[in-house]
């Protein structure tokens, strides 16, 4: 293995050394960019789609109040998502490094600000969210085999597991593999929304479209509430989370500064019909009440149009949560890999591997910390807690973007919008943050108590120069 772009022939040496070799035209190892268009788009549309439009998407209905302010709640969060995206492009292409938003937080706002990005990430939020994708795909597997009761939970855990485990085999052996993984998941996943707004379709030419027509698309089965359909508006936010992750990944991206803003260009949009399509398709067979009585919502769907052949909808629960762990996989390791080169994590997390190019290492510690998250109970509970941060952070990397102009005006920018578009976004984005605030301020108080903890951690770990001689000599040797 290599630290970085250099190989490590020593303990001596950093990552940033290796990577500046690299830079001056040093020979050594880095990470391969193998990662073509469609693959990239793969990335996108395989991390926002997972077991969500299949299993409950009845969080934005239920809010909402009616049909079809769910519906249109449906097609904002997707415009948003897809402004967002555009600001995350045109921070790709200019700060064009792996780690995503980390990246981004730390060289515009400082190390401080990028190193509480990544300590939240590293503590909760991906460990937690690999744990529940694997969770559900457990039990999509197990059901069948347990028709008139709950699977096990030991078994489900264990499954789990096993699905990580293979998962972190396949990334670790090679870039390409796991991208087509990610392609072949995707595309089936895709291919069973498909099927689902083909048979939206054809209840529509039956004339099955009651809840579709104006009059009764908008009669609420319970009363509007501007607080509720706020939080509608958080649950669509939450639906397309994952848009960001290409980023993660710039290089090792084929021709980046072209294929990121195609990537977002093409997923975004595809995204935002699919999900707005399922959602005409579910009421083409399903009341607002049967849709929020379902704890899967494609299940009953099929259960009702499929007849024998109703058994594809699990299935496709199943792949598509199976293909959401390879891809959170691929893109959490990465912003590890970023972390460790930038000084904020072990050196260790920064090697890749001589002959595969995959920086194992930040994959193995990727996997080990989400096997740890399976054995615990208060996964869910955690998730809650930092579902706040997480959406924090897109703001302030949106605002960062800002700040960039402003600092760095004659700045390279391969791809340079408006400012429009990042207004836009952060006004939509303080109306949800303000929002969760006030409804739920116990909640992000402990989710910002969570974050602040990597405060003492950062000072203590990266920002002390002058540390004992005992300590450098014991990092040193348990990271070589």
């Known amino acids: 293995m290599t630290d970085g772009p250099r190989q490590r022939s020593s ?46 998407p009845k969080g934005v209905m239920e809010n909402a ?43 515009i706002f400082g190390g401080l600000a990028g190193f509480l990005r990544l300590w939240i990430a590293v503590l909760v939020i991906y460990p937690t969210n690999q744990a529940v994708i694997a969770l559900t795909f457990s039990n999509y597997v197990l059901q069948p085999l347990f028709p008139t009761c709950f699977p096990p939970e030991s078994g489900l855990r264990l499954l789990a597991a096993i699905c990580l485990l293979l998962l972190t085999w396949v990334n670790c052996s090679s870039v390409r593999w796991a991208t087509r993984v990610q392609d072949i998941f995707t595309a089936g996943k895709l291919l069973a929304l498909v099927l689902i707004i083909i048979m939206g379709i054809v209840q529509v030419c039956k004339g099955e479209y009651y809840w579709l027509e104006p009059a009764n698309a908008f009669k609420p089965f319970q009363e509007y509430d501007v607080g509720l359909i706020a939080l509608a ?38 995204v935002t019909f699919v999900y707005v399509f399922a959602n005409i398709a579910y009421v083409t067979a399903m009341s607002p009440q049967e849709l929020l009585a379902s704890n ?50 072990p050196s260790l997390l920064a090697m890749i591997h001589v002959k595969r190019c995959t920086p194992i290492p930040a994959l193995l510690f990727t996997c080990l910390s989400t096997l740890l998250m399976l054995c ?24 960062g973007q800002i700040v960039l102009r402003i600092k760095e005006p004659n700045m390279h920018r391969p791809i340079k919008i408006s400012l429009i578009w990042p207004v836009i976004y952060l006004i939509f984005w303080a109306f949800l943050l303000i929002f969760s605030l006030y409804s739920e301020p116990v909640v992000c108080g402990i989710g910002l108590a969570i974050m602040l903890t990597g405060v003492p951690v950062y000072f203590l770990g990266v920002y002390w ?16």
């Open 465 to 480: 120069d002058n540390k004992p001689q005992c300590f450098d000599a014991f990092v040193s040797k348990s990271t070589s």
């Open 65 to 107: 109040s009616s049909v079809g302010v769910a519906l249109v709640v449906w097609i904002i969060t997707g415009i948003i998502t897809a402004i967002g995206a555009l600001c995350y492009a045109e921070l790709g292409v200019t700060i064009p490094k792996s780690g995503g938003d980390y990246s981004y937080v730390k060289d």
């Open 11 to 56: 303990t001596s040496g950093s990552a940033k050394d290796a990577a500046a070799e690299k830079e001056s035209g040093g020979g050594g190892v880095a990470l391969k960019k193998e990662i073509g268009l469609v693959s990239a788009c793969g990335i996108i549309v395989g991390n926002i789609i997972g077991s969500g439009i299949f299993v409950s």
């Open 233 to 270: 508006f958080l649950q669509g936010s939450f639906a397309y989370g994952g848009w960001n992750f290409l980023n993660y990944v710039t290089e090792e991206l084929v021709d980046p500064y072209v294929n990121l803003p195609r990537a977002i260009f093409i997923s975004i949009p595809l």
């Open 296 to 345: 899967a919502v494609a299940v009953t769907f099929g259960d009702k149009l499929l007849g024998v052949m109703s058994w594809i909808m699990p299935i496709s629960v199943a792949l598509s949560t199976f293909g959401g762990v390879n891809g959170s996989l691929f893109t959490s390791s990465r912003l590890f890999f970023a972390g460790a080169r930038e000084g904020h994590l």
């Open 376 to 399: 615990t109970s208060d996964m869910y509970t955690l998730i809650n807690y930092v579902g706040f941060i997480n959406y924090l952070f897109y703001g302030v990397t949106v605002a």
